[in-house]
């Protein structure tokens, strides 16, 4: 991961996998939401009672994921700092997970960095940028 700050601009841009992945996510749950539906609508309920449950809960749990990508995250590479609320940090997994919270309500998730060193860098370099942690 890398991050660069335009002064003049005072812009963000954040180089790493997140877009890349996002979408993979994205697009791997379209085709899961997709092929069960195919599937619901080939299939007689009356037979198989337990694999039409099963099928229609795992085509609901892929538009949930969905909606959670659009409206929850965001994995745009370059950032305003007026559109940057702060930095916040989780702990998940026993991991310290960081977190630029943006204003209009979406988290931009930064990679998870190899040891605590890492960390305090990046919450360094963040803060010295002009972004607090919220």
Request: hydrophobic share 45%.
């Amino acid at each position: 991961m890398q991050l660069e700050f335009n002064k003049n601009s005072k812009e963000l841009t954040i180089k790493d996998e997140v877009p890349t992945h996002t979408w993979l996510i994205i697009v791997l749950m379209l085709v899961n939401g997709i092929n069960m539906g195919v599937q619901l609508f080939l299939m007689s309920y009356q037979n198989n009672e337990f694999l039409y449950i099963l099928m229609f809960l795992l085509a609901l749990i892929s538009v949930i994921v969905i909606l959670f990508f659009l409206v929850k995250r965001s994995w745009k590479s370059k950032y305003q700092i007026k559109n940057i609320e702060g930095l916040e940090t989780r702990t998940v997994f026993g991991r310290e997970r960081i977190f630029l919270k943006l204003v209009n309500g979406k988290r931009r998730s930064l990679p998870i960095l190899k040891n605590e060193k890492e960390v305090t860098n990046l919450k360094k370099t963040l803060t010295s940028m002009g972004i607090k942690s919220v």
